[in-house]
């Protein structure tokens, strides 16, 4: 345990920050079905609303990289966190529905500087994820506290918390040894390694610091050469139906909260059609439930724990994949089946 004294010191503010940006992205399932009664938002509004967020953070995540390679990682990180503290703060003064559909994307921006886990090793990445996981349930708890009394604009301001507490403990950041080492600051970098060997209680390695510079940082259409290409789609996908996939079921959650548990059932029949504006307020228990659907990311992220070492990283991944599909498939035989049975009964004048 001592051995890793340093990098245990660095982790509460990596799990802050981690936290912070699930606390935004979760909020996107709460938010949404709240403006769409309070506001009158018709569906494709509210569809854009989360979609926003996303656009920005397609745009940023580029531009972030850029902004860390010139001027520090350090830098970079600390400038993303307090753009997105500060538009999301603002969001939740927002007084018309074009403010908040340009300050959430502002805030989307700003998460597209979360920088990734360097640690390559797969579980690592999972335990990672396990801190994401936390912070979606906190903003659950938050939600279940806050939304029935405070409102919305108070779950907004409140969910800036931990990016304000991460902005503090940057202070105590060190900055990428390997980044000083290849703008020339050798001296810093080294200072650096000391720092961290010190805490350890490890002797430093004998040698010196030596950057190895690579003139040539390759393109864009370099991933589409003969050599990349199959893998550059394979894994555009698989990052596409990833997070189509988990988004989509955070935010199919509340869609189904205010269907009541319906299966859309009525939209059989033409004669109760519902309007776009129509919409029904999540209440307590239904907080409630989307906290349990939330906590159910935990044994999931432990299962591929065990799973991923066992079955390797391909076929863990392809049964991951492959699970949601077969509960989904299952949920949409249930919710025909069910409607179908609706629409025969009222037929024959023994349902009213």
Not at 110 to 117: C, M, T
Not at 157 to 186: H, K
Not at 212 to 218: F, K, L, N
Not at 237 to 258: D, R
Request: proline share 4%; hydrophobic share 45%; with cysteine.
């Amino acid at each position: 345990m001592d051995d890793d004294l340093f990098q245990l010191r660095q982790l509460p503010i990596f799990v802050c920050f981690q936290m912070a940006d699930a606390m935004e992205m979760m909020i996107l399932s709460i938010l949404a079905p709240q403006l769409h009664c309070e506001w009158r938002l018709p569906s494709l509004e509210v569809a854009l609303l989360t979609s926003a967020v996303f656009i920005g953070m397609m745009i940023s995540s580029s531009l972030w990289g850029n902004i860390s390679d010139k001027y520090g990682r350090k830098t970079g990180l600390k400038l993303s966190v307090l753009w997105t503290m500060f538009y999301g703060l603002m969001s939740a003064f927002a007084p018309i529905y074009g403010w908040i559909l340009v300050l959430r994307a502002l805030v989307g921006f700003g998460i597209g500087g979360a920088p990734q886990s360097p640690e390559p090793h797969a579980s690592c990445l999972l335990r990672y994820g396990i801190f994401w996981a936390l912070g979606t349930v906190f903003e659950v708890l938050l939600a279940i506290l806050v939304m029935p009394t405070l409102g919305w604009r108070w779950l907004l301001g409140l969910s800036t918390i931990p990016l304000f507490i991460f902005a503090i403990l940057c202070f105590w950041l060190p900055e990428s040894a390997r980044y000083d080492v290849l703008t020339g600051n050798q001296e810093k970098a080294l200072n650096t390694l000391k720092r961290i060997a010190t805490e350890n209680g490890a002797p430093m390695p004998l040698g010196k610091l030596i950057a190895a510079r690579q003139e040539d940082r390759g393109k864009i259409r370099d991933l589409f050469s003969s050599h990349f290409r199959w893998t550059t789609v394979l894994l555009w996908f698989i990052w596409f139906a990833n997070a189509f996939s988990y988004y989509g079921l955070v935010l199919l959650t509340t869609e189904l909260f205010q269907e009541g548990g319906a299966c859309g059932m009525s939209k059989g029949n033409k004669e109760e059609l519902r309007c776009s504006l129509e919409c029904k307020y999540l209440n307590s228990d239904d907080y409630k439930d989307l906290l349990w659907t939330t906590l159910s990311e935990f044994p999931g992220l432990l299962v591929t724990l065990w799973a991923i070492d066992r079955l390797g990283r391909r076929k863990t991944m392809a049964l991951c994949f492959f699970h949601p599909f077969e509960l989904l498939c299952c949920m949409c035989c249930s919710c025909v089946s069910i409607s179908s049975h609706f629409n025969t009964v009222k037929t024959h004048g023994k349902c009213r």
